[in-house]
């Protein structure tokens, strides 16, 4: 209150309150939470970190691991956010920087493109990242239905 985040909030016909930070939350573990969480562990399997954008970090798999650390009900959480539609990755991951057209799989270097694509032919690459996003489309669908 002493920043002046009260009087801010009241100037502008709004409403203050404060959240206790060192309080406890309760969680109750929803049935569904178990099968969330292996949606989620399935749905990072087809993020596909390219060379291109390595010096990006991914953080993914490490936000994950802050979040299964934090509680089962925080990586549930997380893993239905990965699954809503506003959730994008095309600043290191190649399946969605494809599909939002920031590059062109056909226009990258070999050296460009993640291990596993580096040696297949345009044909078989282009299947494989196809595949990804497909399979990316159906966990997201089980989980945010």
């Known amino acids: 209150m002493s920043t002046g ?6 100037l502008a016909d ?29 749905l990072n399997k087809t993020f596909s970190r390219s060379a291109r954008w390595a010096c990006r970090p991914g953080p993914t798999g490490r936000q994950d691991a802050n979040a299964l650390n934090a509680s089962p009900a925080a990586i549930a959480s997380r893993s239905y956010s990965k699954a809503n539609s506003v959730y994008r990755n095309d600043a290191w991951d190649l399946v969605d920087a494809i599909k939002n057209g920031k590059c062109k799989l056909e226009e990258l270097k070999d050296e460009d493109l993640p291990a596993d694509l580096q040696k297949l032919d345009q044909a078989a690459r282009k299947a494989k990242v196809d ?10 669908a089980k989980i945010s239905p």
């Open 5 to 10: 985040w009260k009087d801010g909030a009241t």
């Open 14 to 42: 709004g409403r203050y309150m404060s959240i206790d930070q060192d309080r406890k939350v309760v969680e109750i573990p929803a049935p569904q939470d178990a099968e969330i969480v292996r949606l989620g562990v399935d």
């Open 131 to 140: 595949e990804a996003s497909k399979r990316r489309g159906e966990i997201q």
